[in-house]
């Protein structure tokens, strides 16, 4: 008998070393808990009994989400996620949680930090919520931000053991760490999907980015009888940095779904790399949301899908979505941005151009009159590419930059753009032998974002290269 415990316990530790399974916390006897909404009822939560639940209130009016759920620990407890169990008794479904936050804290007193949000399926199976890491923490708090017709209803809520292969984060290096691995979805205008294999124009690959997921007949689906893989070829039209992508099955019916594929990428669309080999996929109607393997992103142009399998022997796929890092969205950025400062009283031009950084000395400071910035005619203009002229006989002051012309009047508040007129709130004027215009008005006609520091009277001038 020892001899199969020891057997059974291996096994056990295997399939949590795979991720397979994590075994939830038993010992909630010492466990405090509070809710925000039906206090009374929340000691069900953790009294191990999935026929006993906490309901939010009803009443007239209906008190709506969000609920909250904080639970304090006797000691620091490290695990790997939540178990949620909805109510399994009765015949309604109402309360279902279906969006979540979870907040974690170091202490009693501690302020809690959001580690993880998402949404849960709308069924009444047990939900697992895993974190990325092991994470310790004195407290939790469940936030229910979406339930089932307006309610939340919770039958047990308990936390998940730590993972062997996971490593073991504070609350701050996961908050860190997950600000690092926020995704961000790509604008999928411009993106082009081809394959050689199209049933016909009505069910093209192009509608993998049409945006419309749930319609039936706005699908890519193969030509049948195509031998496998059948190929289906992107192009973003730029190069970007990918870190996932979702699969939107086809609605209704699963018969297309891929249940085995590679995904390919590439700068040049002569030579691609593998980005995942033998992928799988569960066939249901659930949306497929795909990190790629260790965090890792991809400078690609071209990505290649080969579908190796699909259900029922046929190939379809909804829609695509195509994720990047936030923090590679904030580089990307960084480096093409263009922007300049300035402050009041102050010769000195701050100019930014991507990774170039430059001082450039104006022959006379910005000044500030009836609430306005005023600017010297020449230095930030110069930098940002416009061209001025200067008609001294009628004081006219034209300035143009790529198809968009100006033209403004010393002492005048009217300015035209093309056939449009404005009416500014403080006339160009002329000031010591120099001539200035205001700062916003022409800034943000130019294109530009343009923000006012009160505190240390500085301008700051923006706009993507």
Same mark, same amino acid.
């Given at each position: 008998?020892?001899?199969?415990? /020891?057997?059974?316990?291996?096994?056990?530790?295997?399939?949590?070393?795979?991720?397979?399974?994590?075994?939830?916390?038993?010992?909630?006897?010492? !466990?405090?808990?509070?809710?925000?909404?039906?206090?009374?009822?929340?000691?069900?939560?953790?009294?191990?009994?999935?026929?006993?639940? !906490?309901?939010?209130?009803?009443?007239? $009016?209906?008190?709506?989400?969000?609920?909250?759920?904080?639970?304090?620990?006797?000691?620091?407890?490290?695990?790997?996620?939540?178990?949620?169990?909805?109510?399994?008794?009765?015949?309604?479904?109402?309360?279902?949680?279906?969006?979540?936050?979870?907040?974690?804290?170091?202490?009693?007193?501690?302020?809690?930090?959001?580690?993880?949000?998402?949404?849960?399926?709308?069924?009444?199976?047990?939900?697992?919520?895993?974190?990325?890491?092991?994470?310790?923490?004195?407290?939790?708090?469940?936030?229910?931000?979406?339930?089932?017709?307006?309610?939340?209803?919770?039958?047990?809520?308990?936390?998940?053991?730590? /993972?062997?292969?996971?490593?073991?984060?504070?609350?701050?290096?996961?908050?860190?760490?997950?600000?690092?691995?926020?995704?961000?979805?790509?604008?999928?205008?411009?993106?082009?999907?081809?394959?050689?294999?199209?049933?016909?124009?009505?069910?093209?690959?192009?509608?993998?980015?049409?945006?419309?997921?749930?319609?039936?007949?706005?699908? !890519?689906?193969?030509?049948?009888?195509?031998?496998?893989?059948?190929?289906?070829?992107?192009?973003?039209?730029?190069?970007?940095?990918?870190?996932?992508?979702?699969?939107?099955?086809?609605?209704?019916?699963?018969?297309?779904? !891929?249940?085995?594929?590679?995904?390919?990428?590439?700068?040049?669309?002569?030579?691609?790399?593998?980005?995942?080999?033998?992928?799988?996929?569960?066939?249901?109607?659930?949306?497929?949301?795909?990190?790629?393997?260790?965090?890792?992103?991809?400078?690609?142009?071209?990505?290649?899908?080969?579908?190796?399998?699909?259900?029922?022997?046929?190939?379809?796929?909804?829609?695509?979505?195509?994720?990047?890092?936030?923090?590679?969205?904030?580089?990307?950025?960084?480096?093409?941005?263009?922007?300049?400062?300035?402050?009041?009283?102050?010769?000195?031009?701050?100019?930014?151009?991507?990774?170039?950084?430059?001082?450039?000395?104006?022959?006379?400071? $910005?000044?500030?009159?009836?609430?306005?910035?005023?600017?010297?005619?020449?230095?930030?203009?110069?930098?940002?590419? /416009?061209?001025?002229?200067?008609?001294?006989?009628?004081?006219?002051?034209?300035?143009?930059?790529?198809?968009?012309?100006?033209?403004?009047?010393?002492?005048?508040?009217?300015?035209?753009?093309?056939?449009?007129?404005?009416?500014?709130?403080?006339?160009?004027?002329?000031?010591?032998?120099?001539?200035?215009? $205001?700062?916003?008005?022409?800034?943000?006609?130019?294109?530009?974002?343009?923000?006012?520091?009160?505190?240390?009277?500085?301008?700051?001038?923006?706009?993507?290269?």
């Amino acid at each position: 008998m020892k001899k199969y415990k /020891a057997i059974l316990l291996v096994m056990l530790l295997a399939l949590q070393a795979n991720n397979i399974i994590s075994l939830a916390a038993t010992d909630k006897s010492q !466990w405090k808990i509070e809710a925000s909404h039906a206090n009374d009822s929340a000691k069900n939560i953790i009294d191990g009994d999935v026929t006993t639940y !906490w309901h939010s209130p009803i009443t007239d $009016p209906k008190t709506l989400p969000p609920f909250e759920i904080t639970i304090t620990f006797p000691e620091e407890e490290t695990f790997s996620g939540i178990e949620y169990v909805p109510r399994t008794t009765g015949g309604s479904d109402s309360g279902i949680v279906m969006g979540y936050n979870i907040y974690l804290a170091e202490s009693d007193t501690g302020e809690f930090s959001l580690v993880e949000s998402g949404s849960l399926p709308q069924n009444k199976d047990t939900k697992t919520i895993h974190f990325d890491s092991n994470i310790k923490a004195k407290k939790l708090k469940f936030e229910v931000t979406e339930g089932l017709n307006g309610y939340g209803v919770i039958a047990e809520l308990d936390i998940l053991s730590p /993972a062997i292969t996971n490593q073991t984060k504070t609350i701050s290096e996961y908050s860190q760490y997950k600000a690092k691995t926020v995704l961000k979805v790509l604008d999928k205008k411009g993106f082009v999907a081809k394959s050689d294999s199209e049933w016909n124009e009505t069910l093209a690959a192009q509608n993998v980015f049409d945006g419309k997921s749930g319609y039936v007949n706005s699908i !890519w689906h193969y030509k049948p009888y195509d031998p496998m893989p059948i190929v289906l070829n992107i192009d973003f039209n730029s190069v970007v940095k990918l870190a996932a992508f979702k699969f939107y099955p086809r609605p209704k019916d699963l018969s297309g779904h !891929w249940l085995e594929y590679n995904m390919y990428g590439s700068l040049d669309g002569e030579s691609f790399e593998p980005i995942i080999k033998n992928g799988t996929f569960e066939a249901d109607f659930n949306d497929k949301m795909v990190r790629f393997p260790g965090d890792k992103s991809y400078k690609v142009r071209y990505v290649k899908f080969e579908i190796l399998k699909g259900y029922n022997g046929h190939v379809s796929c909804g829609e695509l979505d195509f994720y990047q890092f936030q923090t590679d969205v904030d580089e990307y950025l960084q480096s093409n941005v263009e922007e300049y400062e300035l402050k009041i009283a102050s010769n000195t031009l701050k100019i930014t151009k991507g990774n170039e950084v430059k001082n450039k000395e104006m022959d006379v400071s $910005p000044f500030i009159a009836e609430s306005s910035t005023l600017i010297p005619l020449r230095g930030l203009l110069e930098e940002m590419g /416009a061209e001025f002229t200067w008609d001294g006989t009628k004081d006219l002051i034209t300035v143009k930059k790529g198809d968009k012309t100006m033209a403004f009047q010393v002492e005048n508040n009217l300015v035209y753009i093309g056939d449009i007129r404005y009416t500014l709130t403080v006339a160009p004027r002329i000031s010591n032998g120099r001539t200035f215009i $205001p700062l916003r008005f022409i800034s943000e006609h130019l294109g530009y974002n343009v923000a006012w520091d009160g505190k240390t009277q500085t301008i700051t001038i923006t706009k993507p290269l």
